[in-house]
C-alpha cells in the first residue's frame, strides 16, 4: 500500500521524537531547556502537520492511497495516547477512537480490505485498541484485530510485533499495553470465532 509521503515523513519524525522523549525519560538531569523547546516545537510540527492531513484542499490524498484517513487518525492517536500518556477518557482521544471506529466502519469491508492493505489495517486497530482501553469501542476493535490478524496469519505476540513494527511502532513504546491488547483481541477472537 502506498502512503502519502508526508505521513511517511511524520513517521520518521515520530520516530525521532518518540526515541528523545525515551532518552529524556532515561537521563532527565541531561535534558536542556532548549531540547524541551525543541520537543515542543517537533510535537506541534507533528500535530499540525497530521490535522492538515485531514483537510485535502491543504494536501491531496493521492489516488492510491484510500487508507490514509485510518492511518492518519491511528498516528495521532498514538501521539497523544503514547507519547503524551493522555488517557481513554480523555476529550481529544475519545474524539480521535470514535473517529477512527467510525472511519473503519464506513470504508473497510474487511475481506476485501485485508488483501491490499492487512498489515496497515492491523496496526490500525492494534492502536485503536491500545487507545481505546476500557471504553465502549474497545472490544469492537479487539474482534476486528484478531480477525485481521487471523487473515494474516499472525498467532502469537512475537508475529503481532513484527507486523506493527513493519508499520510504525517503536519496541519500548507501549510494548506491554499493545501485548495486553493482543491477548485481549486473541481470546475474544477465540470466544467469537469458536
Given at each position: 500500500m502506498a502512503i502519502h509521503p508526508t505521513l511517511v515523513d511524520v513517521w520518521r519524525d515520530?520516530?525521532?521524537?518518540?526515541?528523545?522523549?525515551?532518552?529524556?525519560?532515561?537521563y532527565p538531569q541531561s535534558v536542556t531547556a532548549d531540547q524541551v523547546r525543541y520537543f515542543r516545537v517537533k510535537h506541534n510540527h507533528i500535530e499540525h502537520t497530521l490535522i492538515q492531513l485531514g483537510n485535502e484542499q491543504v494536501i491531496p490524498i493521492l489516488p492510491q492511497t484510500p487508507?490514509?484517513?485510518p492511518c492518519r487518525l491511528a498516528?495521532?492517536?498514538?501521539?497523544?495516547?503514547v507519547l503524551f500518556k493522555y488517557?481513554?477518557?480523555n476529550p481529544r482521544t475519545r474524539l480521535l477512537i470514535t473517529s477512527l471506529k467510525s472511519n473503519l466502519e464506513a470504508s473497510m469491508h474487511l475481506p476485501v480490505k485485508i488483501a491490499a492493505h492487512g498489515r496497515a489495517i492491523f496496526w490500525v486497530l492494534a492502536m485503536g485498541s491500545l487507545c481505546s482501553a476500557e471504553q465502549v469501542e474497545r472490544p469492537w476493535f479487539a474482534l476486528h484485530l484478531a480477525k485481521v490478524g487471523k487473515a494474516l496469519d499472525v498467532s502469537s505476540w512475537d508475529a503481532a510485533k513484527e507486523v506493527l513494527l513493519g508499520c510504525f511502532?517503536?519496541?519500548g513504546s507501549a510494548s506491554e499495553s499493545l501485548q495486553r491488547s493482543w491477548a485481549e483481541a486473541q481470546l475474544i477472537g477465540d470466544i467469537v470465532g469458536g
Open positions: 515520530l520516530r525521532n521524537l518518540t526515541n528523545f522523549s525515551a532518552w529524556c525519560k532515561m487508507f490514509q484517513e498516528t495521532r492517536l498514538f501521539v497523544n495516547s488517557s481513554p477518557s511502532y517503536l519496541e
